[in-house]
């Protein structure tokens, strides 16, 4: 069993940030990739952060260079340092760890951007 808990969003004016949190618990493994999804209302989910287990992060261009995915090995956690928001960032984001074979999924935190 593999518990994946988020934790930061909440609400912020456009230019604020914000970091999430997502934690792993249960039989833990090698972990090949960490990372988060997005999704907006009436949109797609959407790949915004990824990072390997050897440390290669990959970024959707829509916020290259405003956010920073990042993980602490000892807790099985990762985070999402999000700078300069926008309104177009507002979505529910969600945490995913790739470990094997198989994809766990947080429970989503929502994040609002006003303008």
């Known amino acids: 069993q593999v518990q994946l808990v988020e934790s930061g969003g909440g609400l912020v004016q456009a230019g604020g940030s914000l970091r999430l949190s997502c934690a792993a618990s249960?039989?833990?493994?090698?972990?090949?990739?960490m990372a988060w999804y997005r999704q907006a209302p009436g949109k797609q989910r959407e790949l915004v952060a990824a990072m390997s287990s050897g440390g290669n992060t990959n970024y959707a261009d829509s916020v290259k260079g405003r956010f920073t995915i990042s993980r602490d090995g000892a807790k099985n956690t990762v985070y999402l340092q999000m700078n300069s928001l926008k309104p177009d960032d507002t979505a529910v984001y969600y945490c995913?760890?790739?470990?094997?074979?198989?994809?766990?999924w947080g429970q989503g935190t929502q994040v609002t951007v006003s303008s």
């Open positions: 995913k760890l790739h470990m094997g074979l198989y994809d766990y």
């Open positions: 249960g039989r833990i493994a090698a972990i090949n990739v």
